[in-house]
């Protein structure tokens, strides 16, 4: 049996684990939180390291995309070296991938209509493929990087200005404290209604669930949740809210759906090949033969 672990600087109560079987293989999935303990997150992939088939980074990223170019969280970049037999990923091998498709398959589909529709999408950089893919279907779209990311209120409202904010940013952002951007340990369990206006004004709200969850307002009659990782409790938080639908882009294992650095472990280890490997093809090839779609969920 395959394994694969996730170390997540996340909150340990979203942790969980399950098993599943992918092209003949079988595989223990787990992920396990380290409440934002830099410390212990090091310690984990060392103890690990070489006992697991591949380690998925969670709460976090090691790499973002802007542009066709790829820039690297030192901090995060400097903790992941702590394994030196395990590949390690941090899912944005599929995020450039997978939710980029994602989205041209539910336009395609007819599951969603993107071309007539009002997207707030929570981070742009963290999913450039999707960024990019729903600009493509024609969608209005508001960038919420600097709200989301920073705390600015500037909504960006096209792709050449979230390029160019992108170009001359992120070689900056990329060498402060991660926690400085992004929701870790407990800060993922609360919620504090912030930019109530952006979310009032989407038909679709996507990006990272985490981000989404953190400000997100106590009413969101009608709307439509394009996410990655969910937990039976997220759901629920979210029907009380009133979405009408979660479209979640990594498949349901268990209850639950794991995030987009577990699902690449996953296709790493089936492909017996290191990620710098891995071409996007690659990935969309592995993909097209486990047969995946993304999972539509009404909820009210």
Partial sequence: MKRITSISLGSSA??????????????????????????LFRKKLM?????????????TDMYIWAAGRRYTFREI???????????????????????????????REGTVDFA????????????????????ETGASVVYGDFMFGLGLPIALRSMPALQRAARLLLPVIVRLPFKWLYPTGEKQNVIVPKWEKFYAEADIIAGDFPFIRRHMPDALPGKTILTNTTRPVDIEELKKRGVARLITTTPEIEGGSFGTNVMEGVLVALSGRKPDQLTADDYMGLLEKLNWQPRVQALS
Wanted: glycine share 12%; net charge negative.
């Fill in 116 to 135: 007539h529709s009002k997207v707030l999408l929570v981070s742009a950089v963290d999913r450039f493929g999707m960024a990019e893919a729903l600009a």
């Fill in 14 to 39: 979203r942790d969980k684990a399950a098993t599943a079987r992918f092209l003949g293989e079988d595989f223990a999935i787990e992920r396990i939180g380290t409440d934002g303990d830099m410390a």
């Fill in 47 to 59: 103890e690990l390291d070489g006992q697991v088939d591949a380690f998925g980074l969670g709460g």
């Fill in 77 to 107: 970049e400097r903790l992941a070296s702590a394994a030196k037999k395990t590949p390690v990923v941090d899912g944005s091998g599929l995020k450039n991938t997978l939710e980029r498709e994602t989205v041209h398959r539910l336009q």
